[in-house]
């Protein structure tokens, strides 16, 4: 079964490639650069495309070739318009790894066309949002009148990649986000922090703009969403000032400083530090009487976690097995998608 894997030269495009086989699937590689492509190629065996994203004849010929993409190459808010519409043209699948809401959001709105296409629209099938997306529908279970919802993630002995990284730099400066009475509001990046026992370890989180003030919404229907990511006391203090510096954080000169040092850095985390990596998942619902409900998740390292879940939600596509329109995974694959990941343990408080 194959599918066009378009950001194939990226740091998770490559691990995709990786783990294909253990799926049965075969992925078309492609992106920009053949200099990056033909490497990739020669070493797994699989055919590639030089296609631009801006190319909208070379990039329709090729979905037409295939039922579904995973698009992986960020920065998504720069490249997600430009393929979803190329999709709805070809009648191909749309999956992508991206985690920004302002995306999610602008995805939603092709929804109707994707239906009248037949085709899924699934933004979101790595570690931000399968594992968040599934404790979310799973409490929404647990407390179905639930008002109040807040998510929580960490890694432990991880790292980030040059996309993920890149994504955030574009970022700075900009303020956080939540989700108050059902609208997505702007809130002070670092409005809330507190201590989350994850069942491994106690970590300290702050608050974020994460994808799923978007997602978890559209899977559940809470009105009042937050999520948090872990962080160290000391640094969460510093950024706490961000505000008096947000408009320097803004500037080209500055983000183009910050961009060049994360050329320096390795691509991502090392295959030793994968490993041993773990992500972790911390979810809590509250109703208008004050009564809880809590799940804890434990998975792989959040890149290895993203590969398992995008090749896993591709063959399901592949099999047959989606629903036309604007989806998130939870929503179409239910609370137990993540897991059927390798290495995925959940516990209910």
Known sequence: ??????????????????????????????GRREEALKPLSTKFGYPYKVIDIDDGTALRSALKEVKVVIHAAGPFHFTAKQMVEACLDTGTHYLDINGDIQVFEMLKQYDEKAKEKGIMIMPGVGFDV????????????????????????????????????????????????????????????????????????????????????????????????????????????????????????????????????????????????????????????TNAAGKTATVRLKGPEGYTLTTYSSLLITKKVLQGVYLPGYRTPANVYGEDLVLDIPGVEREII
């Not at 990226?10 to 492609?30: D, F, N, Q, S």
């Not at 998510?151 to 730099?169: K, P, Q």
């Open 1 to 30: 079964m194959k599918f066009l894997l378009y950001g194939a030269n990226g740091y998770t495009g490559e691990l995709i490639i990786r783990y294909a086989k253990e799926y049965g699937l075969t992925p078309i590689l492609a």
């Open 130 to 285: 399968v594992p968040t997306d599934c404790t979310a529908l799973l409490l929404k279970k647990l407390l179905p009148d639930a008002i109040e919802l807040k998510l929580a993630f960490a890694t432990l002995g991880g790292s980030i990649s040059h996309g993920t990284a890149m994504t955030m730099t574009n970022r700075l400066g900009n303020p956080g986000l939540r989700r108050k009475n059902g609208k997505i509001i702007s809130s002070p990046l670092g409005r809330k922090g507190m201590w989350i026992d994850f069942g491994v370890k106690k970590l300290f989180v702050m608050s974020i703009p994460w994808g799923d003030i978007s997602t978890a919404y559209f899977t559940t229907g809470i009105p009042d969403i937050e999520t948090f990511t872990g962080i160290s006391p000391g640094t969460y203090r510093i950024l706490k000032l961000q505000p008096a510096f947000n408009w320097l954080l803004r500037t080209n000169f500055f983000r183009n400083f910050i961009k060049k040092k994360i050329s320096q850095r390795p691509a991502g985390p090392s295959d030793e530090m994968r490993k041993y990596a773990i992500s972790l998942v911390w979810g809590q619902a």
